[in-house]
């Protein structure tokens, strides 16, 4: 696709975890519950349709449905969690750093797991122990350790050296009632690595019990470098894009693109995000607004309160975007997080796509069934940033 | 896909440009305007869906829109515009030939571009300078030269000779307010090719004023050798097809892909179209019916104007056509030109496939957002001929 630069600005709202399935109690999603007058509206007057973000049946993470949305395919583009964690808490990469994600946890005196994240310690409880983990080690060897919090029980580790790579195994179990795992080396020349992930556990087994601040011990995964990925403005001749978002791990991946980070409190105010966006809107071409709660209370198991904030979300956010004259605007989510599964699941996700050359679908309202009777059918996320290029007018045409 | 021979005949008519977006005034697409009995009546016992020529978000040009519908992906066929152009005159290739699509046009005395197109200067004075230049230029060095007219201020240049390369870059700037550009060679072996058609133009910009013609200078662009292209009969078993168009570059794309092309008048009367199809129909087995203006009007914005192109072709075409028993019959087109974009655009084009063996979608009327409903859903056009070749009984089962 031959791109050209235009005026028109793009808005790409993500609802995560938008997708449900219909509640045996309420007959519907909790997107057909929500009352959305101005998504149903919207949906009217704008090309609509259904995205997969990975492949039919396949459950996104929410990095590789966000992955899929920006426009690279996810299968091809794996990016740590560890990087991603490092970006969203502001991290800047050095050479030769690689990342893991850490989790507080407890294990009991045979050193087995009996709660992964600690009870969901709180988040000044994770700065203090990363303050100590910091001091008593600052280093192993030839490699530099450092500690950062994230939110609640999450943390980052980093470890900064010659040789270090990242082919080696987690020692997260991803279940209690067992032992912590052993890291071990997947290629010979990763075994320095996996010695010093296993010394950094075995130090941490020996100093928290001390602090008796309630986490004992921790499990890391999703060792990970920086990734080389395509920027925005390369990939799309997008020179000004923003995030919106206040959770890390959405900052870190859009961060990865080469967005600006808005600078946003970290609570999830919906108002916050609409006043962020009118406050940048001039000075930008490109804006991903990030509604994350959606998602979580989606994993709740919680349909009601997923509907909410679907329904604040149509009440906030919506109308402030809507105002803007003359962009394009697509709304969708990362995936699907039905209650009634309390996880993200592989159905695919309704989206709509506003512009002044969009084609009317006339559809009823803004919801899964309605959108899959929409006129762009269900098709892939990853070709989903090509249509909003061309609406903006920002793609040439392909032969004479 | 395993092919066979069988009687069945298949017609695929092609209205470029058809589809489109709705248009504030009329609030509704120019094929929903158009009044289109036959066609409704048709869509409804045909299989419907919606086509995309080639890619998400891609507005493809008229010839890889065509390539993609004979089924030729569009990005592995890419197909210079001066050859398209030397067979659309009926021009028959040789050994060595390299052929530029020119364009007659006005620089002022500072050589500065003041109109591409030379006022849409007229064919006979074309005829007029194409013979002149013919006369003056026959030969440079070992190559040559020969100029073909072909319609208003477009001509097609020929180049004959050993050493002929086409990797050189377009003297054509496709702006006005700058001068032409030099061709530069953009391998080592094109150099001549380039240094020949710099000498080319400086030539007709010492010969045209002296004729006081209008057009001063000339511009070049998609130098191009004959492509080696799969033909029907190899690719289809479709020994006899023909192609009724009335456009050069139509006929000369029919030609590359081994059709025969009609004798049909310059002019594009659509009662012209329909008695060549009668005429010709017991003698080939596979007809491409092209009707041209409905993009041309799309491309002026007047919506109007190409909703009554639809209205005729739906008049004196369709009961012509499906007055035919036992054929495979397909309506389309090469890409949409929504009259509201006065442009070709990325939007997906309507579809019917009637045969005996047609699923009936039992949709209200032949239109994008009808179609959008259609059982064939959104597809890739390159799909679209094996589509054709199943319904006519051309094809073999796969396994056992």
Redesign the interface.
Known sequence: ?ELTKSQTKIILLSIDGLGGVDHPEYDKTELEYAATPNLDQLAKISETGLITHVDFGVTPGSGPGHLALFGYPPEEYLIGRGVLSALGVGYKPKRNDIFFRGNLAIQDNNGILTDRRAGRVSTETTQKIMEILNKEIAQIGDIKVQFLPEKEHRFVLILNGEGLQTDITDTDPQVTGKPKLESGALTPGSSKTAEIINNVVSKIDTILPKYKLGPNTALFRGVSSLPNIPQFKDRYLLDKTLCIATYPMYKGLSTLVGMTIALSPDDEDLNHLATTFSNNYTNYEFFFIHVKKADSYGEDGNFLAKAKVIEQTDKVLIPVITAKQDCVVCVTGDHSTPAIMAAHSWHPVPVLIHS???????INSFSERECS?????T?PAQ?LM??????AQK??????
């Not at 009777?373 to 059918?377: A, H």
């Not at 793609?395 to 004479?400: D, E, I, R, S």
């Open positions: 696709m002044k050359f969009a084609r009317r679908s006339l009777k929409g006129n762009l059918g098709f070709h090509k249509l909003l290029l061309a609406h793609t040439k045409k392909f032969g004479a």
